[in-house]
């Protein structure tokens, strides 16, 4: 039963547009949201969060939406740059316990 | 400079062997985590534990044991491994556990265990 899904395994996306990544979840409990950023042979590394208090949170070229009526959220990179190519997770939990992942989705920026 | 080391970073064995998966971490973290990642890469949580006591412990088989010495140390042993075992396999460590602190995990490089 997978609570969290990113419905779209790979995205392809020219350098300097916008790549958007989307996840969906199914427990309106959930309150606390987070993307991480995954190179093959890496574990996950932390990218950018937001709590359920808002609809926004921007650091640089990242921008995370919520949309808590919708149970959806997404990921917005602008620029997109080739070194953005990796897959990207996203996780959702409710009150910081315990983090359910989404399958990912594998980014490619086309120099 | 590394925050969440595990090793080792590959293991090949045969069916029915024992293993262990060892995971430290030098951020002064309360807790730590177990995932495994499976074929079709979802990332599930098997165990997690603060301060050395275990707090989530997913529908796991009882061949996994997870044993943690102090709280910068969480192995994984399985034991009798089988084919489906085959995974990669993540240690992660938070600042807490929750209770409305939102801690970010912070993940090891993985292990990925092939059972022949």
């Known amino acids: 039963d997978q609570q969290v899904k990113q419905n779209s395994p790979s995205l392809s996306v020219q350098e300097g547009r916008i790549s958007i990544l989307n996840c969906d979840y199914t427990?309106?409990?959930?309150?606390?949201f987070l993307w991480y950023k995954k190179y093959p042979a890496e574990g996950p590394t932390f990218l950018i969060s937001?709590?359920?208090?808002?609809d926004k949170n921007e650091d640089g070229r990242f921008t995370v939406f919520l949309n808590k009526s919708a149970k959806h959220l997404s990921l917005h990179i602008v620029p997109s740059q080739p070194g953005d190519s990796a897959v990207y997770f996203c996780?959702?939990?409710?009150?910081?316990?315990?983090?359910?992942f989404g399958t990912g989705t594998s980014l490619t920026v086309i120099p | 400079d590394t925050a969440v080391s595990q090793t080792p970073k590959y293991l090949v064995t045969q069916m029915g062997n024992d293993k262990s998966i060892k995971c430290e971490q030098n951020?002064?973290?309360?807790?730590m985590y177990w995932y495994k990642q499976d074929s079709k890469k979802f990332l599930k949580i098997m165990f997690s534990?603060?301060?050395?006591?275990?707090?989530i412990n997913e529908t796991v088989p009882n061949r996994f044991s997870p044993k943690s010495p102090d709280k910068a140390h969480l192995n994984l042993h399985i034991n009798s491994l089988e084919l489906g075992d085959s995974a990669v396999y993540f240690c992660?460590?938070?600042?807490?556990?929750?209770?409305?602190?939102?801690?970010?995990?912070?993940f090891g490089p993985g292990t990925r265990l092939l059972v022949l």
């Open positions: 951020l002064g973290h309360d807790t």
């Open positions: 937001i709590s359920s208090i808002k």
């Open positions: 996780a959702a939990s409710e009150a910081g316990n315990q983090f359910y």
């Open positions: 534990y603060n301060n050395k006591e275990l707090i």
């Open positions: 992660a460590s938070s600042q807490d556990v929750g209770s409305g602190a939102w801690e970010t995990q912070y």
């Open positions: 427990n309106s409990m959930f309150d606390y």
